[in-house]
């Protein structure tokens, strides 16, 4: 490992922590320490290595996780969720949320507009090369309910709210006994926003009436498949699939079989704390 790889695991780590400890006090001097930095210098560190101050990005992540909750839990009370993510005031928490993301909870919560917050949120990429824990699986043929979403990835979410509604209206896809997938078909750093393409999948046993959302049938194909395990975030989910491809693939003596990369989701935000999602993709072998 060179030194800046060496010193970017160090941040990575502090990252990482700032996730699993979201709901306690986060300090400069307690972040320091888990990334062995002088607490003298690692205010300045963090904002050069990341573009944004530390607390400042403590706040988005709070704010993000809240943002979820706004737009999939709608029977929850917002002074609950502003609690929660830290906040004193129902009011405190709106105007942090307005100044952030330019909407208020209330207005986020009636049509929810992802794409402000992942403006703000970009982070770097975080080089990996080390062993990847791969699996060779057979998977088995499975029938699937489809939402094709084409266009920008930050609106991806947009589309995933649409393939809920769609869930609860015709039950034939519940979510606590149905697998949820992903058919991922361009990279998003490699293809214009406007010609992006990914569908949302959800496990059925039958044929998928007409309906308004547009969702339609189709399968997964069965077969061989490699399959690596994300953990975390789903805005890093690049991080275990480049090192698929760059790393394992070369040196597997495999071939690629003729369908996308995809994704199961074993749970989901805001089920889960983002720090907890467990993704598994799998790469179609011949």
């Excluded at 990252?15 to 205010?43: Q, W």
């Excluded at 403006?119 to 770097?124: G, H, I, M, S, T």
């Excluded at 006994?177 to 058919?183: A, H």
Aim: with cysteine.
């Amino acid at each position: 490992m060179d030194k800046a790889q060496a010193y970017a695991e160090r941040f990575d780590r502090v990252l990482r922590y700032i996730e699993r400890h979201l709901d306690e006090p986060l300090t400069v001097e307690r972040l320091s320490r888990v990334a062995h930095f002088s607490k003298f210098h690692f205010h300045r560190q963090f904002s050069l290595y990341t573009g944004i101050g530390v607390f400042g990005y403590i706040r988005l992540l709070r704010l993000k996780h809240a943002s979820y909750r706004l737009a999939y839990r709608r029977e929850e009370r917002i002074i609950d969720i502003a609690l929660d993510a830290g906040f004193d005031s129902p009011e405190a928490f709106a105007r942090a949320f307005k100044q952030m993301f330019g909407h208020s909870p209330s207005q986020f919560r009636k049509s929810p507009i992802w794409q402000p917050w992942r403006e703000r949120f970009r982070l770097p990429t975080i080089e990996r090369r080390g062993n990847m824990d791969v699996k060779i699986v057979e998977f088995a043929e499975t029938r699937i309910a489809v939402l094709e979403h084409r266009g920008a990835p930050e609106k991806v979410d947009d589309s995933a709210l649409k393939f809920i509604e769609w869930r609860k209206q015709s039950g034939l896809s519940p979510v606590k006994q149905s697998r949820t997938f992903g058919l991922v078909y361009d990279d998003p750093a490699t293809v214009e926003p406007e010609e992006f393409r990914f569908d949302i999948c959800g496990e059925v046993s039958q044929e998928v009436p007409e309906n308004p959302q547009g969702v339609f049938n189709s399968v997964i194909q069965g077969g061989r498949c490699a399959v690596v395990r994300h953990l975390g975030s789903h805005d890093r989910i690049g991080d275990s699939i480049y090192p698929l491809y760059r790393d394992w693939f070369p040196k597997s003596g495999e071939e690629l079989r003729d369908f996308p990369l995809f994704f199961h989701y074993l749970n989901l935000m805001p089920d889960v704390a983002e720090h907890e999602l467990v993704t598994d993709i799998y790469l179609p072998l011949k």
